[in-house]
């Protein structure tokens, strides 16, 4: 049997992971594909830190640059995430012309292009299974799977922590502050908690699939991005009582006939008959529809040591194979093939609107926000007043119909300013996967 030998670069949660599932289950994978899977090097920061994964003191090393030249190393796996010495160590192994396995979204996100480049320009590949959804394959289905389809839609829940959140919040009705103070003590979010709650982590993750359905590089610059920390109990309880919940959505979704696409990432109101309201907890979805294939759904752990893990062997098999038969060319990483392509503005965007308003209430309101609306040349589908508040401000809750969100942004910021407006009101896009 053949061997491909590996080289880790860090050992911390994900690279901890790979060397455990090697020792599992490192006999079934060479089994399936005819090469065995070698650990020869791991490069660390302290070869005398205390670790969780047992692993002999003979394979480490505190230098990466001793990994990634050693003659004898086939294949580099790189797991330090960042995205300056994790870039130089990937350049550093692609001019070598080895394949590199990397997790790293950020980078990808934020070099993506530069470092497919190099990978071409020195015959290597990069494989990068593992920087979106964990175990999920997507990035896998988009370049293989799908390769036949174009993709006019995909949606994905892609960030475990908001949507632990948000699905706390709507099952429990508590308030975010409290939902994430708790979520950090359990673990499900960092401290602090800003990458995640304010959709950054998302957008990494939704540009990298953005920029292989529609075949452009999405400059992380170009994606619209907002979080969830203006979400509010009553936000989710309103958004219940008109049949939706909210999650944080990535969205990518072809506008026209021409290669322009809407790549954006906000927390969204979807009908509850839809299957993406129904994925809860720290879990991940991906919703896909392609000209050909129609609609398709990808569920799964999106992140943890295990699921990254058992992407990470993905790529190590392929890598492995495209070794075995010399076939550095079968599948490149990234390919162009829509250079004309551009990201719309968000203010260009077309969506449905949930708004909450904070009103005084007396007669003559209603009258005035829907002037507003209507000199915007926004529709109004339906309004509710809930019954049962009281005080100086109560909720007024509008659905809109479609409109841009320049318009519906301009006419919210004329609204606010009227006197009757008791606080900043709050705006939530409708998706109805139409």
């Not at 709507?170 to 359990?186: C, P, S, T």
Request: glycine share 10%.
């Amino acid at each position: 049997m053949q061997q491909a030998n590996l080289g880790i670069i860090g050992l911390g949660t994900v690279g901890g992971g790979v060397f455990d599932a090697l020792r599992l289950n490192g006999g079934l994978l060479s089994s399936r594909i005819g090469v065995r899977v070698h650990v020869v090097k791991v490069a660390v920061k302290s070869s005398k830190k205390n670790r969780a994964v047992k692993i002999p003191r003979s394979l480490l090393t505190e230098s990466w640059r001793e990994v990634v030249n050693d003659s004898d190393i086939h294949v580099i796996a790189e797991l330090v995430g960042g995205t300056t010495v994790a870039r130089e160590i990937i350049l550093s192994a692609l001019k070598l012309g080895k394949p590199v396995v990397t997790a790293n979204k950020a980078l990808l996100s934020a070099h993506g292009e530069e470092l497919f480049a190099a990978a071409k320009k020195y015959g290597a590949n990069l494989y990068y299974e593992a920087s979106v959804c964990g175990g999920i394959p997507i990035i896998k289905s988009l370049r293989e799977g799908f390769v036949g389809n174009r993709i006019n839609a995909l949606y994905g829940i892609v960030n475990g922590t908001c949507n632990y959140i948000l699905t706390r919040m709507k099952l429990e009705g508590a308030d975010f502050g409290a939902v994430l103070a708790d979520a950090q003590r359990l673990g499900y979010a960092e401290t602090p908690p800003d990458l995640d709650i304010d959709g950054h982590d998302a957008a990494h993750k939704i540009g990298i699939l953005a920029s292989l359905a529609h075949g452009f590089w999405v400059n992380p610059k170009k994606i619209y991005v907002e979080g969830i920390r203006h979400i509010s109990a009553l936000d989710i309880k309103f958004a219940g009582e008109l049949g939706y919940t909210i999650k944080l959505l990535g969205i990518v979704k072809k506008i026209e006939s021409a290669c322009r696409v809407q790549v954006s990432v906000y927390p969204t109101l979807i009908p509850n008959a839809h299957v993406l309201a129904s994925v809860n907890d720290a879990f991940n979805a991906v919703f896909v529809r392609g000209d050909v294939v129609g609609d398709s759904l990808f569920y799964g752990r999106g992140a943890g040591k295990d699921a990254t893990a058992s992407a990470v062997l993905s790529d190590l098999a392929d890598a492995a194979l495209d070794l075995k038969f010399a076939s550095k060319h079968r599948l490149p990483p990234f390919v162009p093939h829509e250079c004309s392509g551009a990201v719309v503005p968000i203010e260009d965007v077309v969506s449905q609107y949930f708004v909450r308003l904070d009103v005084v209430d007396k007669p003559g309101t209603l009258a005035k926000i829907a002037a507003i609306f209507g000199q915007s040349k926004i529709g109004i589908s339906s309004v509710i007043q809930p019954e049962g508040h009281e005080g100086e401000g109560v909720p007024l809750i509008f659905m809109l119909h479609y409109a841009t969100n320049g318009a519906v942004i301009g006419a919210l910021e004329k609204i606010g300013k009227l006197p009757v407006i008791k606080s900043k009101p709050v705006m939530l896009r409708v998706e109805n996967f139409e």
